[in-house]
């Protein structure tokens, strides 16, 4: 049966689990992803039960393995016609789809990042992996959330496992002190976050979100309280990715976590809460309701909110992490200011969402080799130098090329040098924000850009600069190490000189969303852009 996502009543007759049940069975291979997933929750769980702690670390390849085959179901649900499911909750579209590939091959990679951190050594591994799986799930549901209550569950399920990761290493202090930070805030933003989404609930009567696209029509609104609404709800998404105001937690538990659970909250974390605030914004159709200060004068200006976010964001960060001593919390300064880049893209919906979705999704898929290649290096040289000071850099150009050599290139992808991945990331969004005429906020990104070298390429200068201990000897690294770390260095380059598959792969998937999620009639949606609901 045809959902309709703008009635809040759905029918609780014995035929709506009928109708649940009929949708599950006609469309059940569209949940292979999350069936994959839970799968291997399960088996990770039981294992857990019967595998002694010490043997527990081998269970990294039963995840991958469940990982993997994740990953090998998305091009079929690919492939199917957009379509709505579980009464409207959820979407199985191209935009999900394509986020949910970003969530797996970073984890792919952060699994091999917990297999090289031995600050996780003789710890229960088998949990790790499971909690770290399910942060994942909650991802999947946060990129396909197409409903109030669905994008709240989809948060908190990728918060939740992320309080415990944080604090895996329960025996040291810093872990502990960030993990409770982690969990306050966490709390505090989750509950502002609900508290705005009931209110949108109350205006429309609806927990859609395709419903808030009519929210500018509304009549007898009181403007002020959407506006505060529209704050609260946004307030809880800058938490996720870490763009200032609440921006507080990153630098204490970036530095506090271990650093494979940090590479993990640094690139997917900070894409689910992306995806899930394009999903929102959309929905309002970034020029109907709240958007359109046209429409009335107390209604929110999202575009002006996220680019003047963008520009605090990006210049903040910078910034703070030139008097960063400790890598890990340079790091952290590091993504709030890529944050507000990329904050700068999603505000250039404004001017074309096909443009500026592009754009971000090719910056985050650029991203997440640079920085998890970043902290690949990063874990490595912890391990042998037991210091992630970046004074003890000095000198490991000569002791360890190859990792330095390695660090050096996704340091200046993070800058923006070409022919990086981060060259065309950055010169993308760029693009999209001076085609929507934010050239004061491309203006600031440039200068920001230009202030980032400083930081990014101190480290560079005591790798090869910088004179090390007399007489140290050479580092030796593990194979696997090397191995992780050629790979995600490899892609940032493929992904600087050979962009234009890349970029064509990510319009053609990226940008299908909007216009396909929501049913004929629901403003937002392109005449005949969208296929029903299944039966």
């Known amino acids: ?49 019967v595998v002694p702690r ?53 984890t792919i990679a952060v699994v091999f990042l917990s297999w090289l951190d031995r600050g996780l050594d003789g710890l229960p591994m088998g949990e790790y992996y499971a909690l770290l799986l399910t942060s994942v799930l909650g991802m999947f549901l946060l990129a396909s959330a197409t409903d109030i209550l669905m994008l709240f569950i989809g948060l ?26 982690y969990v306050v805030y966490g709390s505090v933003s989750g509950a502002v976050m609900i508290y705005g989404l009931s209110l949108f609930y109350g205006f429309t009567g609806s927990t859609s979100l395709a419903a808030l696209s009519s929210l500018g029509a509304v009549g007898g609104v009181n403007e002020a309280v959407l506006v505060i609404a529209g704050v609260l709800v946004f307030a809880g998404f800058a938490y996720k990715i870490s763009a200032v105001p609440m921006h507080f937690w990153a630098p204490d538990i970036y530095e506090g976590a271990p650093t494979a659970v940090t590479a993990f909250l640094s690139v997917g974390s900070k894409a689910a809460g992306f995806a899930g605030l394009m999903r929102l914004l959309y929905a309002m159709n970034m020029g109907v309701g709240l958007v359109d200060v046209e429409q009335a004068t107390h209604h929110l200006d999202w575009a002006t909110i996220l ?6 964001s990006m210049t903040f960060g910078n910034l703070a992490a030139i008097f960063q001593t400790n890598v890990k919390r340079m790091l952290a300064y590091s993504s709030i200011a890529h944050a507000g880049y990329i904050l700068m893209g999603v505000a250039a919906i404004q001017g074309g969402y096909a443009e500026a979705a592009q754009a971000v999704g ?82 600031v990104a440039g200068l920001n850009t230009a202030v980032s070298v400083y930081y990014y390429v101190r480290i560079v200068k005591n790798m090869f600069l910088e004179k090390g201990e007399e007489g140290a000897p050479a580092l030796s690294l593990p194979v696997l190490g090397n191995g992780v770390v050629l790979v995600l260095t490899a892609g940032v380059i493929l992904l600087g000189t050979f962009f234009a598959p890349a970029a064509r792969w990510v319009k053609g998937v990226a940008v299908e969303m909007p216009e ?15 296929s029903s609901a299944q039966e």
């Open 1 to 49: 049966m045809p959902v309709d996502l703008q009635s809040s009543n759905y029918d609780v007759s014995p035929g709506l689990f009928e109708s649940l049940r009929d949708q599950f069975t006609a469309d059940a291979w569209l949940y292979l992803p999350e069936g994959s997933l839970v799968a291997t929750i399960l088996v990770l769980f039981l294992v857990t039960l």
């Open 54 to 106: 010490r043997g527990q670390k081998h269970m990294a390849w039963l995840a991958l393995a469940g990982l993997l085959a994740t990953l090998f179901t998305l091009p079929s649900v690919a492939s199917h016609e957009p379509t709505l499911l579980f009464q409207g909750m959820v979407a199985s579209d191209s935009f999900a789809v394509y986020f949910k590939a970003i969530f797996v091959l970073a």
């Open 156 to 181: 908190e399920t990728v918060s939740i496992p992320t309080y415990i990761l944080v604090v895996y290493r329960k025996h040291r202090k810093d872990s502990a002190e960030a993990a409770l930070k």
């Open 307 to 312: 680019s003047v976010v963008a520009a605090v």
């Open 362 to 443: 090719y910056y985050f898929l650029a991203f997440l080799f640079m920085n998890l290649g970043a902290f690949a290096v990063v874990i490595l040289f912890a391990n042998r130098l037991g210091s992630e000071s970046i004074d003890d850099y000095r000198g490991l150009g000569a002791r360890a090329p190859l990792a330095a050599v390695s660090l050096t290139i996704c340091l200046l992808s993070l800058v923006g040098i070409p022919p990086t991945g981060g060259f065309v990331g950055k010169l993308l969004l760029f693009q999209v924000a001076i085609g929507a005429g934010m050239y004061w906020l491309a203006i």
């Open 516 to 530: 396909r999620s929501f049913p004929p009639g629901v403003a937002g949606a392109s005449e005949g852009s969208v």
